[in-house]
């Protein structure tokens, strides 16, 4: 499941996107180490300044792999960029902040002018709500920059489709896309996958997720206020809405699901999910507080996941796996550090320990960030964009299978599904009319599990 395919070179890359004018600027890339001096700098862009952006942005600007600046900052809402400015542009970070008044980008159609602020070979930061993505996915394919895209990368079976497709253009343009599932690059996780492939737990018999916690984000979102903006409320409360962010199992149980299926080495064909709303509150969102999922892989193995969002209950944020041998913690206590090790028991007692990573794991939202830079620099095949939907997919289809009752299969959401949740998300204006309409008492629409389909009526989540 090797998703970092081989690509052209940087120069093809650049000669695709009419860049090489600016090629002599970047001259040297492959020969990493050997020059220096201004032209040496990768320039950022980042679009979607919330709290992930900004993070992002200060991961780009730390990295060690040579200099770097941030030039551009695009967002709908200025306030979300003013305070991201104002956090990115302190005092260790101060001199590769070069945004200036006038590469400061507002509104919808703020990301192209911020991507054009680039030139190839620079780096697009993409942490808007997963929505957008395959609209400014698109545009920086166009003006042939690289990408750092946060998950998820879709909401649902269209988008997956308009999604790869867009990766294959990347790859065959030569660009280099990160997809910000950051446990992919934790070296303790890799050098557990590479154990359970020499066979330390011998084959894999049955994977585990959980996260299960109190309230998170902003899953659970109350009425608008009467003189708010319809579209602007569910953008800044994004989880709480199935077209902006897939909702909280999207937004949250991605990683999860995907470090699993990294230990797997596959994705699941099929999901069987139930789940429920224990206590609406006077929340208008459309997330269950509880989701569970048997996910299946093609040989019949299976991943089981649970997701909870209540106070009060018992709290886990932990992946494990299961093998013939033994077994092992993927990850325990969220995303980083891992603490992952493996046993010859299914007991997970110290006792039984046969490798534990070692401690100071570094942060991996820092190393996905050294590998983008440093696959950048040497001209290195570097798309992380197929893997990225496959994660994305596989979790919408769990999602699915909750909110419709139904078995879930790859192909019923990719090909058989064409309901997409906001088909017209690119055309979207500041003030104007939001892809999901509440009802006269500001309610929004719920899934309607159980509930016969009208005769001829395609499958879809919320009607
Ligand atoms: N990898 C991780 O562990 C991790 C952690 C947190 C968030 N994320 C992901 O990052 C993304 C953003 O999450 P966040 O927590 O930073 O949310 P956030 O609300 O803090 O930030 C999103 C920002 O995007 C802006 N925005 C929305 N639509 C836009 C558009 N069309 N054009 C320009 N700007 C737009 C918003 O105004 C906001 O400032 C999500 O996809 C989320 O899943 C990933």
Request: aromatic share 8%; with cysteine; proline share 4%.
């Amino acid at each position: 499941m090797n998703d970092e395919v081989s690509t052209p070179t940087r120069r093809d890359a650049l000669k695709a996107s009419g860049g090489l004018a600016v090629a002599t600027s970047l001259a040297g890339f492959g020969l990493s180490g050997l020059y220096a001096g201004e032209s040496n700098t990768i320039n950022i862009a980042l679009v979607g300044c919330g709290g992930r952006g900004t993070g992002a942005a200060v991961n780009a600007l730390s990295t060690q792999q040579g200099p770097v600046n941030l030039v551009a900052m695009a967002d709908a809402y200025k306030d979300r960029l003013d305070s991201s400015y104002r956090s990115i542009n302190n005092k260790r970070l101060a001199d590769k902040v070069k945004v200036t008044e006038d590469k400061k980008f507002i509104g919808f159609d703020a990301y192209k002018k911020a991507i054009d602020v680039l030139k190839p070979g620079d780096v697009v930061i993409m942490a808007t709500p997963p929505a957008f993505r395959w609209v400014q996915f698109k545009y920086a394919i166009e003006k042939g920059v690289n990408v750092f895209m946060e998950k998820p990368v879709t909401v649902d079976g269209p988008t997956s489709k308009k999604m790869f497709a867009l990766g294959e253009e990347s790859v065959k343009k030569g660009l280099k896309v990160g997809v910000g599932l950051m446990c992919r690059h934790c070296e303790a996780r890799g050098e557990m996958f590479q154990r359970i492939k020499d066979g330390a737990i011998g084959d894999i018999t049955l994977l585990r997720a959980y996260r299960l916690a109190g309230p998170t984000g902003n899953t659970p979102v109350r009425k608008k206020p009467e003189n708010a903006n319809e579209l602007e409320y569910q953008i800044r409360h994004f989880h709480g809405f199935l077209w902006a962010s897939g909702g909280a199992y999207s937004d949250f149980l991605i990683h999860n699901i995907d470090e699993c299926c990294w230990m797997k080495d596959s994705w699941p064909v099929m999901a069987k999910s139930s789940g429920g709303r224990h206590y609406r509150d006077g929340y208008v969102d459309q997330n269950f507080d509880s989701y569970s999922t048997e996910f299946t892989f093609a040989d019949g193995t299976k991943l089981y996941l649970e997701g909870r969002t209540i106070q009060g209950c018992h709290q886990e944020f932990a992946s494990y796996v299961h093998g013939t041998k033994g077994s092992g913690v993927i990850s325990e206590s969220g995303h980083a550090p891992s603490h992952a090790r493996l046993f010859k028991s299914h007991n997970m007692v110290d006792a039984d320990i046969i490798w534990k990573c070692p401690e100071n794991e570094p942060n991996p939202y820092q190393l996905e960030w050294e590998d983008l830079m440093k696959a950048i620099r040497q001209d290195k095949p570097y798309n992380e964009v197929k893997r990225g939907v496959e994660a994305s997919l596989v979790t919408s289809m769990g999602r699915m299978a909750a909110h419709t009752g139904k078995v879930i299969t790859r192909k019923m959401i990719l090909d058989e599904c064409d309901h997409e949740f906001a088909p017209d998300v690119d055309k979207l204006v500041l003030g104007g009319p939001a892809p999901l309409k509440a009802d006269k008492d500001g309610m929004y629409s719920l899934p309607q599990l159980g509930k016969q389909l009208k005769a001829g009526e395609k499958l879809r989540e919320y009607y």
